[in-house]
Nanobody, 115 residues
Framework: QVQLVESGGGVVQPGGSLRLTCVASGRFVGGIPAMGWYRQAPGKQRELVAMITTGGVPRYADFVQGRFTISGDNAKATVLLQMNSLKPDDTAVYYC????????WGQGTQVTVSS
């Protein structure tokens, strides 16, 4: 059974930075899939933030606007999200996602951007 565990959320002032980490444990059938991050703010639908393929090709949501960087380590089954220039609109629960045929989600980590 695959489990995704996120860490690194917290409270930060506008303009600040946070780094989210997701570590996958267990075995993916077919090997490590593309992994990434989604977020869900109160009253809103879950939305894609960023994904990265096993070949290291990233994809970002338009709202990222160069502020976030996703990176992955296939050997460690880890994906990182470096978030800079955070805005209050970035406040949400951030979920790690593994894009395997089954699809796996982490439990989420809260990010709050507030002065």
């Amino acid at each position: 059974q695959v489990q995704l565990v996120e860490s690194g959320g917290g409270v930060v002032q506008p303009g600040g930075s946070l780094r989210l980490t997701c570590v996958a444990s267990g075995r993916f059938v077919g090997g490590i899939p593309a992994m990434g991050w989604y977020r869900q703010a109160p009253g809103k639908q879950r939305e894609l933030v960023a994904m990265i393929t096993t070949g290291g090709v990233p994809r970002y949501a338009d709202f990222v606007q160069g502020r976030f960087t996703i990176s992955g380590d296939n050997a460690k089954a880890t994906v990182l999200l470096q978030m800079n220039s955070l805005k209050p609109d970035d406040t949400a629960v951030y979920y790690c996602y593994a894009d395997s045929p089954t699809g796996y989600w982490g439990q989420g980590t809260q990010v709050t951007v507030s002065s």
